[in-house]
């Protein structure tokens, strides 16, 4: 068999001493975690290493002996050497021993109670200590999450390192019986900006925590939960973002550590998300009231709302003329114009009723876009669909004419026919009607179906100019969800510090030599930028169609009303 | 220990097949495709910027060449970086695993490793593609629940396609250290 020998590339250089570290025996390989140097006292070792053993639930032992000679290869040494084989008795006995500057270790076990005496084969792979213990290893993404344990092998590897940690806390400036080389030998190290945040983050949270508790209380109040207040709540999407962002500071907020990658790189994200949200706001913010820009924006909102109403009126006018060469129901057209028209006459005089506050208004409103880019978009939604509300009734007056019509057409053909809909048994079955209701129901019948092409143009430009407003209003949820779920955070550490998430490893063979072992370079594969969006993404209250094309196409054709965009935690209805 | 031979693809190129051993037990296959051609590269630019300046000539706005030239230093940029692969290679270390490498024109080398205990089997598979049928070799992957079950098909070489004779070739060398699995004496 294979043996496999892991050795960090920062213990090359070290000098002669014992190798500690962990022995897997299913694969049939020694991850090499320090070395141990001259002079030390083997039941002091013996000790330290079962001190670490209890703390980190490593198995740590002693796997061999390493020997840096400068000079020539000095025989008592590697007497010396074997004979600490037999102190430490582990099987089997790893000896690596670095002649001068050369590249090409060599590398040789001593097994006493082995089976098969041939020569097994090693192979040395190196390794970046640093790099392998901060890194996560990410399972593949199509896998379940019991078959990812037993499915890497390498995953033992990175856990061994990383459990680890304890073991690299002493450097070699510390007083103690046992010297060590490891990756953090040389100092450990820390940063005094990060201690110093970790130790402000605790009071910050506490009063984060105090504020938004009251916030909470506030918003459940009895005060806001009437009927009118609480219905006009869940149709504004800014509510709904403004709950949403809530809810991300009180996971901030919490004072529990992260129990686990997942959680502690979700919590990063909401952070990172939420400032660069608020800046962004600001931004938008500091924009906007330069130079007044609110205050022009809020004079042309009345002349746009005008001209919207206008282009409405122009085209009544046209339905009510001969449309694209079609012949419509005088009368029937004439009605429904008319009452169109009134409508939109009635929604201008509103509008101008509000004309000198909307300044006002708006200005207060746009203060709002410092809580985040996300709210103000949402606003800019709100503001869509409460100024294109007319549209919204038109459309509403359209598909009920329409649908009752279809339904009208649909029952009296089943009476042409000598057909009813038996509501008991859910299917038609055969009636027989007297002469006068089949008469009655014939003329309605030919009467609705004439009346027919009218209502349906009207049913459909409304439909038309709904449909745009939904779509404009789904284009901006779309990138409002699209801000709130990003990972920014773990994207930002996929750029910079590209071992962290890790997808795998890579292999480089490097330089051989005949008759030393192979010698490999172990070297951490990120994880993709797409699998890190996929792996990290925030869970939002994310709306998406409801519908598949072929039921919405059908309850547009049978003139039901349609809410193309779902929201999370909506009732089905 | 490192030999090279040529074969021809399948479309026709011709693509050279690298052999080293570096160990009993670690092999690596390397196929090489050809190089971007300076021939090609003009020719291309030629007529994107003869099509700009046509435009040009006929609206009178030096837009056109501006953009004709961002879009020729983008695609360009784009073809190297994500679409010419240069050599794909095959490094099979027995015990460890099997680890395929993609190398593109820009210099951006795309890595996977496949544990060897992942691994059942290194074939070469039939497919039919249009009116072609062609080999290509494939590693196959063992379902953890199921021994006998294959959870997932690697196909190897995608973009350089090389013929069935460099096929065998590389299928050889890759079943000589494969078998080497069977013969140690399994410990677990």
């Known amino acids: 068999m294979v043996l496999k020998v892991f050795f960090p590339s920062c213990c090359s250089s070290a000098d002669s001493g014992i190798l500690i570290g962990r022995w897997i025996s299913e ?78 270790w060599s590398c040789s076990i001593l097994q006493k109670h082995s089976k098969n005496p041939q020569e097994e084969e090693i192979i040395l792979v190196y390794y970046d200590q640093r ?113 949403h962002r809530l809810q991300h500071l009180q996971v901030i907020s919490s004072n529990k550590k992260a129990q686990n990658q997942n959680q502690l790189m979700r919590k990063a994200n909401i952070f990172v998300s939420l400032l660069i949200d608020v800046a962004l706001g600001i931004l938008l913010m500091s924009w906007l009231y330069r130079k007044n820009r609110i205050g022009h924006l809020a004079d042309t909102l009345i002349p746009v709302a005008d001209h919207v109403a206008e282009e409405l009126q122009d085209l009544l006018q046209w339905l009510m003329g001969a449309p694209a060469g079609l012949k419509m129901n005088r009368a029937l057209d004439q009605v429904l114009g008319r009452f169109f028209l009134y409508h939109i006459h009635l929604w201008i005089s509103y509008i101008h009723l509000l004309s000198p506050f909307i300044e006002m208004i708006l200005w207060y409103v746009g203060l709002s876009a410092c809580l985040g880019l996300t709210v103000a978009l949402c606003i800019l939604s709100d503001i869509i669909a409460l100024l294109t509300f007319h549209i919204y009734c038109f459309y509403v007056y359209g598909a009920r004419l329409y649908c009752l019509k279809i339904y009208g057409l649909s029952s009296l053909w089943r009476l042409f026919r000598g057909k009813k809909w038996n509501v008991l048994r859910q299917r038609v079955d055969s009636c027989s009607y007297d002469l006068d209701q089949l008469f009655i129901g014939t003329l309605l019948f030919t009467i609705l179906l004439f009346l027919l092409p009218t209502t349906a143009l009207y049913y459909l430009v409304f439909t038309l100019l709904r449909l745009l407003v939904v779509i404009v209003q789904g284009l901006i949820h779309l990138l409002v969800d699209l801000i709130d779920s990003l990972p920014l955070y773990s994207l930002i550490l996929r750029l910079c510090r590209s071992y ?74 | 220990m490192a030999e090279e031979r040529r074969f021809l693809s399948a479309s026709g190129v011709p693509i050279a097949l690298r052999r080293r051993q570096h160990s009993a037990s670690c092999r690596e296959l390397a196929v090489r495709g050809p190089r971007l051609q300076l021939r090609s590269l003009s020719a291309a630019t030629s007529a994107v910027w003869l099509a700009a300046y046509g435009l040009f000539a006929l609206c009178e706005n030096s837009m056109v060449l501006s953009a004709a030239i961002f879009i020729t230093l983008l695609g360009l940029i784009i073809y190297l970086h994500f679409v010419k692969i240069d050599q794909e290679s095959l490094l099979v270390i027995g015990s460890l695993g099997i680890q395929v490498t993609s190398a593109y024109a820009s210099g951006k080398e795309s890595t996977t490793f496949i544990e060897m205990g992942q691994v059942k089997d290194v074939v070469i598979n039939e497919a039919i593609h249009m009116q072609k049928v062609i080999y290509y070799l494939c590693i196959l992957l063992q379902d953890p629940e199921d021994p006998q079950a294959v959870s997932e098909v690697v196909p190897l070489f995608q973009s350089s396609k090389p013929r069935l004779d460099c096929l065998i070739e590389v299928y050889k060398s890759c079943q000589e250290i494969l078998e080497q699995r069977k013969t140690a004496p399994q410990s677990s």
């Not at chain 1, 020539?72 to 000896?95: A, N, R, V, Y």
């Not at chain 1, 392998?132 to 199509?142: A, T």
């Open chain 1, 500 to 573: 962290r998430l890790a997808a795998g490893v890579k292999f480089r063979v490097l330089e051989q030599q005949d008759g030393k072992p192979l010698r490999l370079l172990m070297q951490i594969n990120p994880l993709s930028y797409g699998g890190v969006v996929q792996t990290y993404r925030l869970p939002t209250y994310s709306c998406y169609p409801r519908d598949s094309w072929a039921s919405l196409c059908k309850k547009l054709f049978l003139g039901e009303l349609i809410y193309p965009w779902k929201h999370k935690g909506d009732k089905q209805n």
């Open chain 1, 131 to 243: 790099k392998v213990m901060l890194s996560h290893l990410h399972p593949p993404l199509d896998t379940a999450g019991q078959r990812a344990e037993d499915a890497s092998k390498l995953s033992a590897i990175f856990d061994t390192v990383a459990r680890s940690q304890v073991l690299f806390m002493t450097d070699r400036y510390d007083e103690g019986p046992i010297k060590l080389t490891h990756w953090q030998s040389d100092g450990v190290e820390a940063s005094i900006i990060v201690e110093l945040l970790k130790q402000a983050s605790v009071p910050a949270c506490m009063l984060l925590t105090f504020l938004l508790s009251l916030l909470s209380g506030i918003c459940r109040s009895r005060g806001l939960k009437f009927w009118p207040l609480s219905f006009l709540w869940s149709k504004l999407s800014t509510c709904e973002q403004l709950g």
């Open chain 1, 27 to 104: 694969q049939n390989s020694a991850v090499i975690l320090a070395v141990v140097h001259f002079p030390f006292i083997p039941v002091q070792v013996k000790q330290y290493l079962g001190e670490v053993q209890r703390v980190t639930k490593v198995s740590v032992s002693v796997l061999g002996s390493w020997s840096n000679s400068k000079q020539e290869k000095e025989e008592s040494l590697s007497e010396f050497l074997e004979d600490l084989g037999t102190i430490f008795c582990h099987e089997p006995w790893i000896q690596i021993s670095k002649e001068g500057d050369s590249k090409f």
